[in-house]
């Protein structure tokens, strides 16, 4: 019998229940402090009007989708500092997460190169005025702060795959809670400040972004961790570790592109098309589904985190077993959270929005629908995590390309348009995509084709001496 075996024979039934709880756990409440953000956010915009509530979803996802080109590579510092963090190369891990944030600095391009692109691109989406005026506010002030976007997504990942999850989860929630102050301040004009609306969301957004950076970098920089990762003089740039970052980074930032483009076709472009009613109701649903999606995304990067750390120590079978264990939990909690928004979702939408009627109606719909989805959203989501972690990022590029635009994107206009079901008959065509989906990334992570995966060029044993002994 294997030391590894005989390890596994002497977990107890909830070992591995408290590493991804341990682990994932403040990641959840970090994203959850996100959710509430966003969520109140959109309410305000509410009473702003429908054509507002329309723009400022719309435009925050094409914000989203946009950064995530150059968010995507940065994100990937999460499977490079857990893989060397269970091999104990310790000051690699600092310098991997100094190059994803030299990574970032493409934000400020991408910023750069979008603001004389957004009439062209909001104006080819076929809203009417009002809304196409408030997206354009809102986006080109989103924009903004592409580069501390990328920054937080590496500091992040660096805090989460060296087991200090809640370092990330206090700055979220301090930023969370800021923005929310903001938000009221900027958008209505309170205490002196002046009435912004739609633009004063935004820019509430990224002044929250950059007080998150400004929090995880100085505990980045503090002499507790530079004792240990050298955090302090690991700033050098890295060409070598930078290509290794860009090699296995740019799959995974094309995947999130694409899976998040999709969506951003589908609200935009779909249901934007049949005006801002159905708009707004996709809007509000999005808003109430977030609650259960955003929070199962802490278990995503926890998951990558712990399937990372695994298989840096040559563990596969643990790897698996925390991730089997991480998909029990979040299936739990979005099987929950679905039937109750189901349930009571016209009555919440009534209370919490000011919204027409007809946006009531249909955005209750739509939440019925989600509601049959929600299993099979939390195998997608932890499995993308894991497969992340092991750096199976090529695979999962490919199987995002084919599912979302020779699947999803044609269900989802056949249903709309062909059948002339309108949103609520784009949502089945969505409801279709996320179970097939979940049966093939449920499959791939079975079969472990990404088992014997090498995300490093070299075996960078070089910081290994000098890592253990700090």
Not at 112 to 123: C, E, I, N, Q, T
Request: aromatic share 16%.
């Amino acid at each position: 019998m294997t030391f590894q075996q005989k390890q596994l024979i002497d977990e107890t039934r909830w070992t591995g229940t408290r590493e991804v709880l341990s682990m994932s756990g403040p990641l959840i409440l970090g994203m959850l402090s996100y959710t509430i953000m966003e969520f109140f956010d959109k309410v305000m915009c509410s009473y702003l009007g429908t054509d507002a509530l329309a723009a400022v979803g719309s435009a925050g996802i094409a914000s989203f989708t946009l950064c995530t080109l150059f968010m995507g590579i940065a994100s990937i510092v999460t499977t490079f500092v857990a893989q060397c963090f269970g091999r104990e190369q310790y000051t690699l891990c600092a310098c991997y997460c100094w190059q994803g944030m030299y990574i970032s600095v493409l934000g400020i391009f991408f910023a750069a190169a979008l603001w004389p692109l957004a009439p062209l691109l909001f104006g080819s989406m076929g809203h009417n005025e009002t809304v196409t005026r408030y997206e354009l506010e809102y986006f080109r002030v989103r924009v903004l702060g592409y580069f501390f976007v990328g920054a937080v997504t590496a500091l992040a990942g660096f805090f989460q795959s060296v087991s200090r999850p809640r370092i990330p989860m206090y700055a979220a929630i301090i930023a969370n809670a800021s923005n929310l102050i903001l938000n009221y301040l900027l958008i209505f004009g309170k205490f002196g400040f002046p009435r912004m609306e739609v633009a004063g969301a935004a820019v509430a957004t990224v002044l929250a972004t950059i007080l998150q950076f400004a929090i995880m970098l100085s505990f980045f920089l503090h002499r507790h961790f530079d004792s240990r990762y050298r955090t302090r003089s690991s700033w050098a740039f890295d060409w070598h570790r930078l290509r290794e970052m860009i090699t296995i980074g740019t799959p995974s930032a094309v995947s999130m592109f694409l899976d998040v483009a999709n969506w951003w076709i589908f609200t935009a472009f779909i249901i934007g098309r049949f005006g801002a009613i159905q708009l707004a109701a996709n809007t509000i649903a999005v808003s109430f589904i977030h609650i259960c999606f955003l929070p199962a995304v802490g278990l995503n990067h926890g998951i990558a985190a712990i399937v990372g750390q695994w298989l840096g120590r040559r563990d596969v079978e643990r790897a698996k077993r925390r991730t089997y264990t991480a998909i029990k939990i979040a299936g739990v909690y979005m099987v929950a959270m679905g039937i109750t928004f189901a349930l009571f979702g016209d009555t919440l939408i009534s209370l919490i929005f000011r919204a027409e009627p007809e946006v009531v109606h249909l955005g209750h719909k739509l939440l019925i629908l989600a509601a049959l989805f929600q299993a099979f959203d939390a195998v997608n989501i932890v499995c993308t995590g894991a497969l992340k972690g092991a750096g199976d990022t090529h695979w999962m590029m490919y199987v995002t390309f084919v599912m979302s635009y020779l699947i999803f994107l044609p269900l989802a206009l056949l249903f709309a348009f062909y059948f002339r079901m309108g949103a609520f008959g784009a949502w089945i065509g969505a409801t279709v995509f996320i179970i097939l989906l979940s049966g093939v990334l449920f499959r791939r992570f079975r079969k472990e084709g990404w088992r014997n995966i090498n995300i490093f060029t070299r075996t960078a044993r070089e910081g290994t001496s000098s890592a253990q002994g700090h």
